[in-house]
């Protein structure tokens, strides 16, 4: 897997900017209206478009030493898996969670999915967005109760709209592979 990193970056770009962005005015999860939405989902569960965002975060996971990796249900879950996945390519698989919105209220109740972390674990918690920040933070709260270390963050893309900040307020670094800046609005006919 020796594709060149640049390439790939732009390659995702160029499908995020086709498959993921809508232009118009719409309300948000958080309630808060914007001029614009993303769906990450429509890159990261089609084959190329995960492949990618796999190989860019993979190589931020390496760099960052981590040992699982993972995120709050339903954004990280593609992303999480295919990494995992990719990462036993070269013999050195890293292990994925999921972190539930709600802990189980029947059989073993566990608040993450997957197999147990622990103190030995440097974790990266990913998403496919960053708005508020506080997906993260639900993410990395869950995890540090097991007793692992967060590394970092790790979000397809930075909406700008202070998810950063608020992860930087509470000592986690957030790493983006794309900012909302990046994909300016077409120009009106």
């Known amino acids: 897997?020796?594709?060149?990193?640049?390439?790939?970056?732009?390659?995702?770009?160029?499908?995020?900017?086709?498959?993921?962005?809508?232009?118009?005015?719409?309300?948000?999860?958080?309630?808060?209206?914007?001029d614009v939405y993303f769906d990450g989902k429509q890159v990261t569960l089609e084959g190329r478009g995960l492949y990618l965002v796999s190989r860019l975060v993979l190589a931020?996971?390496?760099?960052?030493?981590a040992t699982a990796v993972g995120g709050l249900t339903l954004g990280a879950d593609p992303i999480a898996?295919?990494?995992?996945?990719?990462?036993?390519?070269?013999?050195r698989p890293l292990r994925a969670f999921i972190v539930r919105k709600e802990v189980k209220a029947h059989g073993t109740g566990r608040a993450i999915e997957g197999p147990p972390l622990g103190a030995a674990d440097r974790?990266?918690?990913?998403?496919?967005?960053?708005?508020?920040?506080?997906?993260?933070l639900t993410a990395a709260e869950r995890v540090l109760e097991t007793g692992a270390a967060v590394v970092a963050a790790i979000a397809v893309v930075d909406r700008e709209e202070g998810g950063a900040e608020a992860l930087a307020a509470r000592g986690l670094e957030l790493q983006s592979l794309f900012r909302r800046s990046d994909f300016p609005a077409p120009a009106r006919a």
């Open 81 to 91: 898996a295919g990494v995992a996945a990719l990462s036993a390519v070269d013999g």
């Open 123 to 136: 974790t990266v918690i990913v998403d496919d967005v960053i708005t508020s920040g506080s997906a993260f």
């Open 60 to 65: 931020r996971c390496r760099s960052l030493a």
């Open 1 to 34: 897997m020796s594709e060149d990193p640049g390439a790939l970056h732009a390659e995702l770009h160029e499908l995020l900017r086709q498959r993921s962005f809508r232009f118009g005015d719409f309300v948000l999860s958080s309630g808060r209206r914007s």
